[in-house]
């Protein structure tokens, strides 16, 4: 079977040597590298283009205004690779990460996801204070929810749910897809040996415009509402905030935290993208139509 690492990244200059680097560092390698640029302009896109010159394995390139899912999928269609592994440009994998992420999949045919662990890097005070104050995501969530910057799965298995949801506008598509897997009867595991380690946020103000991110793209797939509701209390009434484990501790950013989640989340209430036409909403999760078609010949 042939594998193919592909990946969506934009303005990503920083961070983009330090990603190919780990990249090539493998110690297991995919047959190809497929890489969709979103428009990057702070020189990524040219940056990018010179270190696939000098690759020794076949890159493909291309750059298209496109959300992440739009990039993902349009990645995807550019290879015809059986097993696909997912990743981002701010994400820097340990040097036995592909062989893993890989490695069930070759050895279990029944096996349709495989999911690895993601581990948050500290490399600045408000990143250290980040990690104390949220640690690490949980096993449970990276076994039932695989990122899409540590995942790989079958090709079958995105043509049978249609895909990442391109309709999203500005994140939460990983999220709805894997949900979607769930829901379709795919098979996931999750091998904590294949890590990646990726980086937060720098500061409180790109760290707050995630969360507003994440909460317009949890309107728009209408999921995880009553956790919004309640970031939504605290919003408005900020006592609200001393009911917590914290307490007294960090109350500025807590309710900036539930602040900006709120605001993201009602926006993509009133102004978020509607579902395509013969999406339905199944045990609370939108599928798409061929991720319905999939679930019925699962339960049948």
């Not at 090709?155 to 990442?164: C, I, M």
């Not at 905030?241 to 989340?265: D, E, I």
Request: hydrophobic letters at 40%.
């Amino acid at each position: 079977m042939k594998t193919a690492l592909i990946a969506t990244l934009y303005n990503e200059a920083d961070n983009l040597s330090r990603w190919w680097e780990s990249i090539c560092r493998q110690t297991v390698q995919p047959d190809e590298m497929v890489i969709v640029d979103g428009g990057s302009t702070d020189g990524t896109w040219e940056n990018l283009q010179a270190l696939a010159v000098q690759s020794r394995l076949p890159v493909k390139l291309e750059q298209r205004r496109c959300n992440i899912a739009e990039g993902r999928n349009r990645a995807i269609v550019l290879t015809n690779a059986e097993i696909v592994v997912v990743t981002d440009a701010g994400s820097f994998p340990d040097a036995n990460w592909f062989g893993e992420i890989t490695r069930d999949l070759w050895q279990d045919e029944t096996l349709d996801v495989t999911g690895g662990n993601s581990l948050v890097l500290a490399e600045n005070e408000f990143q250290k204070f980040l990690l104390e104050y949220e640690g690490h995501p949980t096993t449970k969530a990276s076994e039932l929810y695989p990122s899409s910057r540590n995942i790989a799965f079958r090709r079958r298995v995105w043509e049978d749910v249609g895909g990442y949801p391109e309709w999203m506008t500005l994140a939460g598509e990983d999220f709805l897809f894997n949900h979607e897997l769930h829901l379709a009867g795919k098979k996931i595991r999750y091998n904590p040996a294949a890590v990646v380690w990726w980086t937060s946020r720098p500061d409180p103000e790109s760290y707050y415009k995630l969360l507003y991110r994440n909460g317009y793209g949890a309107a728009e797939a209408r999921m995880a509402e009553g956790y919004f509701l309640r970031r939504l209390a605290v919003a408005l009434i900020p006592p609200l905030v001393f009911f917590s484990k914290y307490r007294f501790r960090h109350l500025k950013f807590r309710y900036c935290k539930n602040l900006y989640s709120a605001a993201g989340w009602i926006a993509g209430l009133l102004a978020g993208r509607r579902p395509p036409r013969h999406w339905k909403r199944i045990e609370g999760i939108l599928l798409s139509p061929e991720a319905q078609q999939c679930r019925m010949k699962w339960r049948a």
